[in-house]
């Protein structure tokens, strides 16, 4: 295994996996913040494994550790933060390489589509400006052949008039076209892994729906693997190959997108699709909230992080706190609890959640 903590002049670039070969794998990941209250324990003892041309969802609340998380595996974290662990990508660890030398990933090996395009957009610099910045730093492309490049990722992402909107700014496009920008950047350099960090904040619901079925279908066109990153299961349905549900900087759940859905066990994953609107609902309909607040990461309680929050939660629960396990029924399906939704609860709860679709290609 290559390490790219040594010389970035001595580094080898990571093996081109095939189609379905492992291309992430991380182990025990943990990620902490000094702060004036103390360390916030923002992720803890995550692993994950990812293989090409899969996409896994992250899903989870405000808070639970999900932006962290990609974040820390592309190694964009602040002075303040401490990793443990391992991050391998392509047979090469990541975790603790200098920035020089993750030079060399970011946009080429893995890139990311950011939550807020209006922020992570400059705003005094032209749309092709933008794109081609990566395409100069990891493309041998003289100039035209830059504005070719750019011309046709603004095509491939469905931007009408695309000569005419390199010239723009950010402000003068909608939220929507703004978001499609930021996929064309992230795109730019044909990276093997895409991170799309709740890629639909604050857009309508009809360009939401857009949006997911453009990374859905550039994930499968390019064969990339794929990270996406959000708060609600319905998002992920249908859309991702696994489903990692986290809670207070853990993975609570985790199993195929068909087999989550099918049958739910952690008391989080039932709350989460609970709350999720239905469509033959009433109007005026009270929505399902779940109780509490999540706990606090610098002050994490003993036990279960769950328990102050669910409705099955015993003594044991709030005196120690469970591993995360396989189910007795399906050793791929992990989950953190020591008293699982039961069998019936799922059936009864799988018959208003959202469905997860044929295994994607």
């Avoid at 992570?120 to 070719?148: C, F, G, M, W, Y």
């Avoid at 046709?152 to 003068?172: D, K």
Wanted: glycine share 6%; charged share 20%.
């Amino acid at each position: 295994m290559t390490d790219l903590t040594a010389d970035p002049a001595e580094i080898v670039e990571p093996a081109d996996p095939a189609v379905g070969e492992v291309l992430l794998q991380v182990t025990d990941l943990s990620t902490s913040f000094t702060s004036d209250r103390g360390t916030v324990r923002a992720v803890r003892d995550v692993s994950i494994t990812l293989r090409r041309g899969r996409t896994l969802g992250v899903v989870g609340e405000s808070g639970s550790g999900k932006s962290v998380l990609a974040r820390s595996i592309m190694g964009l974290m602040p002075s303040n933060a401490t990793r443990t662990g391992s991050v391998e990508f392509g047979g090469v660890e990541i975790l603790n390489a200098p920035p020089k030398a993750m030079r060399k990933f970011w946009g080429e090996q893995m890139a990311m589509v950011f939550q807020d395009p209006m922020t992570a957009l400059n705003p005094v610099l032209r749309v092709e400006q933008q794109i081609t910045e990566s395409l100069h730093e990891h493309l041998d492309l003289t100039k035209d052949q830059a504005h070719d490049t750019a011309l046709a990722l603004l095509t491939s992402v469905g931007i009408p008039e695309p000569a005419r909107r390199l010239r723009m700014y950010p402000h003068e496009m909608s939220g929507g076209m703004r978001q499609r920008i930021m996929i064309a950047i992230a795109l730019a350099c044909g990276p093997k892994m895409l991170f799309a960090d709740e890629p639909t904040t604050a857009l309508d619901v009809t360009v939401q729906a857009q949006i997911l079925d453009l990374l859905q279908a550039l994930q499968r066109d390019r064969q990339m693997a794929m990270i996406l990153v959000t708060h609600d299961l319905g998002v992920v349905a249908g859309r991702a190959h696994d489903i990692a549900v986290m809670y207070a900087g853990q993975i609570v759940e985790q199993a195929s997108a068909e087999a989550l859905f099918a049958r739910v066990r952690h008391p989080y994953t039932e709350a989460l699709l609970k709350s999720i609107p239905k469509l033959e609902m009433a109007k005026h309909t009270r929505l399902e909230a779940i109780g509490g607040r999540p706990p606090d990461l610098v002050d994490l309680p003993v036990g279960c992080k769950f328990a102050a929050r669910c409705p099955y939660a015993q003594d044991r629960c709030r005196e120690e706190e469970p591993e995360l396990l396989p189910d007795p029924d399906d050793a791929s399906h992990l989950v953190r609890c020591f008293f699982p939704v039961s069998v019936a609860a799922s059936a009864a709860l799988q018959a208003t959640a959202p469905v997860a679709g044929e295994e994607l290609a």
